[in-house]
């Protein structure tokens, strides 16, 4: 078993190791400068733990932790586009770089060359692994489109965001460790209790994102300060904050969600304000507290040895708490 | 062996029993209004068609029919954006009647689709299906981004023209045939000579379409007459016809290219007008001639019964004097 520092250190490397250095530059040049831009590679990450944790040789998941990053990184391409966003890890996102055309057909490209990466795994395992992306890819497709949804609802309650967030960004975190347990040949009990973990770990990492949105340091988490408020996202914060507000905070909140105002550094203030005076972000961390003990207990039924399962255990915390 | 018209019935009602009709809306109503345009389904006809040339149940190709077009779709969905297209199968496009957003979305998603619809066909043919799919996407985006450059490119070859409409538009055709060829176990060389006799019809195809754009009538061809003009299109007619022109015509030309006008009309008939000069349409015509025999050499080499080979050859011929 590898620490889990050694298993980001390699995973960092397999990146750097990929050649995309190709023709037509209108294409592969964007594709360059969104991978160049890093990011965490959780979802690399989770394959190679995943694989690690039942015991596979780390080389045979290396394509499939290619391919989910490719995955993650053709999505991203897209939302930004729908979500007019203008900054991704601190740098300009590809469509605000490159123009709107080729963040799409950049993205497009992404996606086929992620199911080019799971062909060469080996061949008894593609058709399962072609079904674990492909069916998770839909299901983020659907989140996508219910996020979109959100924007001009007025009526979205708690359960529908939790079912949203985990199509749009939990699915994918347990897809990338079904597909490191796939290539160990895990057992389907615990390729299962895996995926659960890898569900409402990704529910967690997602609420956690929503309170940095509000609370954190701009060049920490690399998007800007409170832009979720900017385009009328109905997070749980927000969420949450409507259900325990009295009627005229309340109103205010909801008005601020459906005013066109272009004072975006009043609305920010006075929606953080709101929040602050319900104790919004209290809530939302004791949620996430839940949704990660229940990620645990997931864990803890699979079956392989205990020490096994630190290097996830320990991420779990990692990702729960973090500040970007 | 089935007739070419009972195999487009066929097809055409494998789309009529397909059901997309789910959840969210925003994600799968333009995916529904996108398949209720129609079109000629060439290349799930081409999927059918090959897998009948080698006797396969015709049953075993119906998902893999219905993946390529989905495939084709998920193109055409992005390309028009990029294009600014406003019209397609005489309908206003996706983007057009839905927006951007929900285009890019749904393209995503239906070409998702496609690889759901692969992954039905019997499991020892997914691999092979999946990389044919793959690799033909991945060149699908080369093409689209090298027509992007051409048109702000002043030195394009016809040779480079041909290249990029190969990967555009050709390989899929190619790979239509060839994945019916799978399905059916056909010999490998014998899926070798039907992808070349599937790439030369392509590119056929493609120069009929390039001339169907300025000759042709709205009602029949279903998008704007002229668009590659207004668009700047440097096609095979612009490149001959710069070839053939004396200097101040081929001046003219190219300057109408690079003229940033409002005034469509006049460019399209002064454009076609020179077109018309230099005989350019005879040209291609020709060219098309050539390809053709090309394809239907290929088509000569392949091992099984002559009688069986009459369904391509009949669409050949339709399809390279097609109106529409």
């Given at each position: 078993?590898?620490?889990?520092?050694?298993?980001?250190?390699?995973?960092?490397k397999?990146?750097?190791d990929?050649?995309?250095?190709?023709?037509?530059?209108t294409?592969?040049?964007?594709?360059?400068?969104?991978?160049?831009?890093?990011?965490?590679?959780?979802?690399?990450?989770?394959v190679?733990?995943?694989?690690?944790?039942?015991?596979?040789?780390?080389?045979?998941a290396?394509?499939?932790?290619?391919?989910?990053?490719?995955?993650?990184?053709?999505?991203?391409?897209?939302?930004?586009?729908?979500?007019?966003?203008p900054?991704?890890?601190?740098?300009?996102?590809?469509?605000?770089?490159?123009?709107?055309?080729?963040?799409?057909l950049?993205?497009?490209?992404m996606?086929?060359?992620?199911?080019?990466?799971?062909?060469?795994?080996?061949?008894?395992?593609?058709?399962?692994?072609?079904?674990?992306?492909?069916?998770?890819?839909?299901?983020v497709?659907?989140?996508?489109?219910?996020?979109?949804?959100?924007?001009?609802?007025?009526?979205?309650?708690?359960?529908?965001?939790i079912?949203?967030i985990?199509?749009?960004?939990?699915?994918?975190?347990?897809?990338?460790?079904?597909?490191?347990?796939?290539?160990?040949?895990?057992?389907?009990?615990?390729?299962?209790y895996?995926?659960?973990?890898?569900l409402?770990?990704?529910?967690?990492?997602?609420?956690?994102?929503?309170?940095?949105?509000?609370?954190?340091?701009l060049?920490?988490?690399?998007?800007?300060?409170?832009?979720?408020?900017?385009?009328?996202?109905?997070?749980?914060?927000?969420?949450?904050?409507?259900?325990?507000?009295?009627?005229?905070?309340?109103?205010?909140?909801?008005?601020w969600?459906?005013e066109?105002?272009?004072?975006?550094?009043?609305?920010?203030?006075?929606?953080?304000?709101?929040?602050?005076?319900?104790?919004?972000r209290d809530?939302?961390?004791?949620?996430?507290?839940q949704?990660?003990?229940?990620?645990?207990?997931?864990?803890?039924?699979?079956?392989?040895?205990?020490?096994r399962k630190?290097?996830?255990?320990?991420?779990?915390?990692?990702?729960?708490?973090?500040?970007?």
């Amino acid at each position: 078993m590898n620490s889990l520092e050694d298993i980001l250190v390699y995973v960092k490397k397999i990146f750097e190791d990929q050649n995309f250095d190709k023709q037509p530059l209108t294409l592969y040049e964007p594709f360059r400068y969104t991978l160049a831009l890093g990011g965490k590679r959780l979802r690399p990450l989770l394959v190679m733990l995943a694989a690690d944790m039942f015991s596979a040789d780390l080389k045979k998941a290396e394509n499939a932790a290619v391919a989910v990053e490719l995955a993650h990184n053709f999505t991203l391409l897209h939302d930004d586009i729908m979500d007019a966003s203008p900054l991704r890890r601190g740098k300009p996102t590809v469509y605000q770089k490159f123009g709107t055309d080729k963040a799409i057909l950049s993205g497009d490209v992404m996606y086929a060359k992620a199911y080019e990466y799971l062909l060469k795994c080996d061949t008894d395992k593609v058709p399962a692994l072609v079904k674990t992306l492909t069916t998770v890819l839909i299901q983020v497709c659907e989140g996508q489109a219910y996020d979109m949804d959100f924007e001009t609802r007025s009526d979205v309650t708690k359960r529908e965001y939790i079912t949203m967030i985990s199509l749009k960004t939990a699915v994918l975190l347990a897809a990338s460790l079904k597909m490191g347990a796939l290539i160990a040949d895990a057992d389907a009990e615990s390729m299962n209790y895996l995926s659960e973990f890898g569900l409402y770990l990704g529910i967690a990492f997602q609420l956690q994102d929503d309170i940095l949105d509000c609370w954190s340091d701009l060049n920490e988490f690399g998007k800007v300060i409170g832009s979720d408020i900017v385009d009328n996202k109905k997070t749980i914060l927000f969420l949450t904050a409507v259900e325990k507000a009295d009627d005229d905070d309340a109103k205010e909140l909801i008005s601020w969600y459906l005013e066109k105002t272009n004072d975006f550094q009043k609305k920010k203030q006075r929606v953080i304000e709101l929040f602050e005076k319900y104790g919004v972000r209290d809530d939302v961390e004791q949620m996430i507290g839940q949704y990660t003990i229940k990620a645990i207990d997931a864990l803890d039924k699979i079956n392989v040895e205990e020490s096994r399962k630190e290097n996830l255990r320990t991420l779990a915390k990692q990702l729960t708490s973090r500040k970007k």
